[in-house]
């Protein structure tokens, strides 16, 4: 278990905001904050990683206290056992995958771990190569395997897929479910994409202006209102299309294209990009066997 | 889609299964859903839902007497046709609001349906989705 409690006024962008938030997270759950820019989010990992200080707030990690303001305690950064991942890659460019691994061990840690981890995020093939000949996917494949050498209490990812493609970033996603299974990781997210929290997370926090205005499970959280069908699945509108006097609209749902038939009214606040439930009755669909 | 705003008169539960009315004004529409009051809170007598259901799923009979099994069957007047190459619009006036039926633009001149006709729009017990 661990217990976040941390305060602290902030210069955000349309004034002064006070970060003030009381939350706990669950060992080997994956919460994700979501929440417009200058809401806090950054702000929140960068206190519990150390690399912001807190007006005042108490942090305990497995019974363990990296931060207690009114005890005048504050381990450093380096003292609390956290892997962060950021949207930018920062692995060292001089050294190969595996050498930025094994820079991150522990003096006297065991080496088995990186052989592990390179086999996880399947960077076999690729370990013995300098970062400038990897793609982003790969760089944040192995700054992620590197977050995980020391073996953290919280992993801290902060947008870590937004600057890569939806297929690199549907891939990159089940990495991480992979790893956060596998370690029985807690691991907290920032992200912006409704589908990816939908997919990845157990927890959603939406942060609005320092406060927790909303949590629990994702679907919950996303969906105001429940409705019935029972074939329903979050997707992006990538297409809207008129064809004869219906609208066909193609919709990303995972890594699958699917069309959905529309009226002109069920448009008129509905935009490419934006995020949709998709719900048919269970009744509709058909299935047959492929295998 | 069409959305109508009810209130739920009556629920009768089987299995996971459950058949719901719903009070629109004069008129009781009926869903079957595979859910139950234990799965979906909002499923309670007296409470207001909407009720879901695509324009392509209303069928639409000419007249008022059909011999069918659709259990919702509701009468009104063709207030606006949008014709396409293939499909075509209908916009029905009814006791509950308007319904908005899609159906192919061979139909309506097979029926020949015209504007201020008396129709009966028709849709199947799971066509229809509730939300709260």
Known sequence: MIQISVQKKLLAADGEIKLNVNISLKKGKLTTIYGPSGAGK???LRIISGLLKADKGRIVVNQKTWLDT?????????????GFVFQDYALFPNMTVKENLLFALDKGQDKKIITN??????LESLKDRKPENLSGGQKQRVALARALVRKPDILMLDEPLSALDPAMRNKLQDYILKVHKEYNLTTVLISHEVGEIVKMSDTVLILEKGE?????????????????????FTGEI???????????????IGSSFVKVVAEENELKDINIGDTVIVASKAFNPIFQKVK | MN???????????SGSLSIIEIQIGAFFFKTILIETPNSASYLKEENQVKVIFKETEVVIGKGTKHMVSLQNKITGTIDGIEKGALLSKLCIKTSVGIIISIITANSVQKLDLKLGETVTAMIKTNEIMLSE
């Open chain 2, 3 to 13: 959305v109508l705003n009810g209130k739920i008169t009556a629920i009768e539960t």
């Open chain 1, 212 to 232: 927790v205005i909303k949590q629990g499970n994702p679907f919950d959280v996303f969906t105001n209102k429940q409705i019935s069908g029972k074939f329903q």
């Open chain 1, 42 to 44: 950054t702000s929140l």
């Open chain 1, 70 to 82: 009114d005890k005048k305690i504050s381990l450093k950064p380096q003292e609390r056992k956290l």
């Open chain 1, 117 to 122: 981890l390179i086999a996880i995020t399947e």
């Open chain 1, 238 to 252: 990538i297409n809207i299309k008129k064809e004869d006097i219906i609208y066909v609209v193609t919709i990303l």
